[in-house]
């Protein structure tokens, strides 16, 4: 069974960090890219960051550039986002997910995780 499992979501307070781990299992990252995305309450879902399967190349969406940084383990089998600076903006439910190739656009997602949600308030 393919499956991705997110962990280390929580309460934190404006301007804290908190680091996600999104673990595969069933398949092997190396040749997926896995994207972290954002749903707000009331708002759709967003794509924040990304890193590509092969050479894992990264990207972010603008609202996070500077703040939270992506990265991977193939060995552990395993993509974090580290996120600083928090704001209470970036409150919402986080998900992972892996699509083959380089690529994370909504439209090519295969996997989802099931979402852990993350509030950043005082």
């Known amino acids: 069974q393919l499956r991705l499992v997110e962990s280390g979501g929580g309460l934190v307070q404006p301007g804290g960090s908190l680091r996600l781990s999104c673990a595969a299992s069933g398949f092997n990252l190396d040749y997926y890219a896995v994207g972290w995305f954002r749903q707000a309450p009331g708002k759709e879902r967003e794509g924040i960051s990304c890193i590509g399967g092969d050479y894992g190349a990264t990207s972010y969406t603008d609202s996070v550039k500077g703040r939270f940084t992506i990265s991977r383990d193939l060995a552990q089998n395993t993509v974090y986002l580290q996120m600083n600076s928090l704001e209470p903006e970036d409150s919402g439910v986080y998900y992972c997910?892996?699509?083959?190739?380089?690529?994370?656009?909504?439209?090519?997602?295969?996997?989802w995780g099931q979402g852990i949600p993350v509030t950043v308030s005082s």
């Open positions: 997910a892996a699509a083959g190739g380089y690529y994370c656009s909504e439209h090519l997602i295969e996997i």
